[in-house]
C-alpha cells in the first residue's frame, strides 16, 4: 500500500476580471507526515514561474468544507453548494482559488482512509522531527 496520496484536482483564480482562469493544482498527503496536506501549483501556474507548495493541517481542509477555517497564510471556506474556497496569504500578495468540493471530499476520504483522523500520532516520527528542528537552535 503507497504511503502517499496525490490528487489533481482543478481550482479557478479568483481575479478581478469577470473570467475566472482554471489553474492545474494537486493535493497532496504523506504518511510520514500525517498531520499535514500540501497543495501544488505547477510553474507555469505562478507568476513566479516556479512551482509553488503550501503545506497546511489536514484539519484545516477538513473544517473549511463546514465554515470558515484558519487564521494564518492559509484559510479555507464553503462557498455555495458545490465549491470551497482556498485563500494563501504572503508578503507577495494574496491568491484566492476555488476548488470543486467534491474533489476535496475524494481527496480526504483516500487520506482518512490511509490515516484517520485522530490517529495521527500513531505515524511519522515526532521525534526524528523535533531533532531536526532543533538542530539549528
Same mark, same amino acid.
Given at each position: 500500500m503507497s504511503t502517499v496520496?496525490?490528487?489533481a484536482v482543478e481550482a479557478r483564480l479568483v481575479a478581478a476580471a469577470p473570467r475566472m482562469p482554471t489553474i492545474? *493544482? #494537486?493535493l497532496c498527503y504523506d504518511r510520514d507526515d500525517p498531520f499535514a496536506v500540501r497543495m501544488r501549483f505547477p510553474a507555469p501556474a505562478t507568476l513566479e514561474g516556479v512551482e509553488v507548495c503550501w503545506?497546511? *493541517? =489536514?484539519? +484545516?481542509?477538513?473544517d473549511g468544507l463546514e465554515g470558515p477555517a484558519g487564521q494564518g497564510d492559509v484559510r479555507v471556506r464553503p462557498y455555495g453548494y458545490d465549491r470551497t474556497v482556498v485563500e494563501f496569504r504572503a508578503p507577495q500578495g494574496t491568491a484566492v482559488i476555488h476548488v470543486r468540493t467534491p474533489a476535496i471530499r475524494?481527496? +480526504? =476520504? =483516500? #487520506?482518512t482512509a490511509l490515516v484517520p483522523r485522530g490517529r495521527e500520532g500513531r505515524y511519522g516520527n515526532l521525534d526524528h522531527d523535533l531533532a531536526v +528542528?532543533? =538542530?539549528g537552535a
Open positions: 496520496i496525490e490528487q492545474p *493544482a #494537486s503545506t497546511f *493541517a =489536514r484539519d +484545516l481542509l477538513v475524494r481527496f +480526504l =476520504r =483516500r #487520506s +528542528l532543533m =538542530r
